[in-house]
Nanobody, 115 residues
């Protein structure tokens, strides 16, 4: 069973940066997209960023210009570079890989931005 493992979360002051990583424990075939979601306490999980198999990227309006999603196919890893962090970015961040056979979710990594 292939698993996704996120890392890179932590506590940072407002205006700071973090880079999240999501690595697969094995090969996942026919991936259509790789996503980053986040869920803040009391709120629904929301899509933050997506990179498609063709390399096209999409971002939530709230993170445009601050977050960048990228991938390293050789390392089976997707990244989320987060700059100019705000307290409202505080959430658990999850990666989700959308494959033909179904979705793969990571366990989540906590990001806390202090004001």
């Amino acid at each position: 069973q292939v698993q996704l493992v996120e890392s890179g979360g932590g506590l940072v002051q407002a205006g700071g940066s973090l880079r999240l990583s999501c690595a697969a424990s094995g090969r996942i075939f026919s991936i259509n997209a790789m996503d980053w979601y986040r869920q803040a306490p009391g709120k629904q999980r929301e899509l933050v960023a997506r990179i498609t198999s063709g390399g096209r990227t999409n971002y939530a309006d709230s993170v445009k210009g601050r977050f960048t999603i990228s991938r390293d196919n050789a390392k089976n890893t997707v990244y989320l570079q987060m700059n100019s962090l705000k307290p409202e970015d505080t959430a658990v961040y999850y990666c989700n890989w959308v494959a033909i056979v179904g979705d793969y979710w990571g366990q989540g990594t906590q990001v806390t931005v202090s004001s």
